[in-house]
């Protein structure tokens, strides 16, 4: 199976701040077909997930542009420009390529 | 706006079965993949079961932990998707999501497993 491995784990940062959350893979995400299932997803308190970025880098309709989706074959970045209080929450990364899909442990990003 | 209501979950005893369902709308249900999602209580995300289209013969893929013991299938008339989940066992505890190729979620069903 497929290995997403997220760091860091937690992440603290001020409004305004801008960070970065890593996905590294155990194997490339590159399908046959010539896309990457690669996502990112955030997850708030007591919520479901939603969709932020897929195909490595594309932005979901709705979401803000401060997220960016980044990488290829098997290292991959989200990164948002200036955080903001509702980015606060848990960020998995979700590989849809290999079956069976895996998600990432997640990245806590908390306020500092 | 697009709706996914999962229903059906509870509190079960170990080896005990139980089918829980979603509901989808304001998107078109017979072309969407659809997969469930579980949560551990304080736990990361599983991906546990894929349900193709019709063009793909409804073909249906299972994360190794839940492979023959659950099994998702699909209404397409009535834009719903099901997961009988069979011999359960205490670590199917979880908060189960249905997702239409992770675009979607539902808010989930919480299943119980508990002698």
């Known amino acids: 199976d497929v290995v997403l491995t997220q760091t860091p784990p937690t992440l603290s940062a001020t409004i305004g701040q801008s960070v970065s959350i890593s996905c590294r893979s155990s194997?490339?995400?590159?399908?046959?077909?010539?896309?990457?299932?690669l996502n990112w997803l955030l997850q708030r308190p007591g919520q479901p997930p939603q969709l932020l970025i897929y195909?490595?880098?594309r932005l979901e309709s709705g979401v803000p542009n401060r997220f960016s989706g980044s990488g290829s074959g098997t290292d991959f970045t989200l990164k948002i420009s200036g955080v903001e209080a509702e980015d606060l929450g848990v960020y998995y990364c979700?590989?849809?390529?290999?079956?069976?899909?895996?998600f990432g442990a997640g990245t806590k990003l908390e306020l500092k | 706006a697009v709706q996914l209501v999962e229903s059906g979950g509870g509190l079960v005893q170990p080896k005990e079965s139980l089918k829980i369902s979603c509901a989808a709308s304001?998107?078109?249900?017979?072309?969407?993949?659809m997969y469930w999602v579980r949560q551990a209580p304080g736990k990361g995300l599983e991906w546990v079961a894929r349900?193709?289209?019709?063009?793909?013969?409804?073909?249906?893929y299972y994360a190794d932990s839940v492979k023959g013991r659950f099994t998702i299938s699909r209404d397409d008339s009535k834009s719903m998707v099901y997961l009988q989940m069979d011999n359960l066992k205490t670590e199917d505890t979880a908060m189960y999501y249905c997702?239409?190729?992770?675009?979607?979620w539902g808010q989930g069903t919480l299943v119980t497993v508990s002698s």
């Open positions: 349900i193709r289209t019709k063009p793909n013969n409804y073909a249906t």
């Open positions: 997702t239409a190729i992770f675009a979607y």
């Open positions: 304001g998107f078109t249900f017979s072309n969407a993949a």
């Open positions: 195909l490595v880098s």
């Open positions: 194997q490339s995400l590159l399908h046959s077909n010539g896309n990457t299932y």
């Open positions: 979700v590989q849809s390529t290999h079956a069976p899909y895996t």
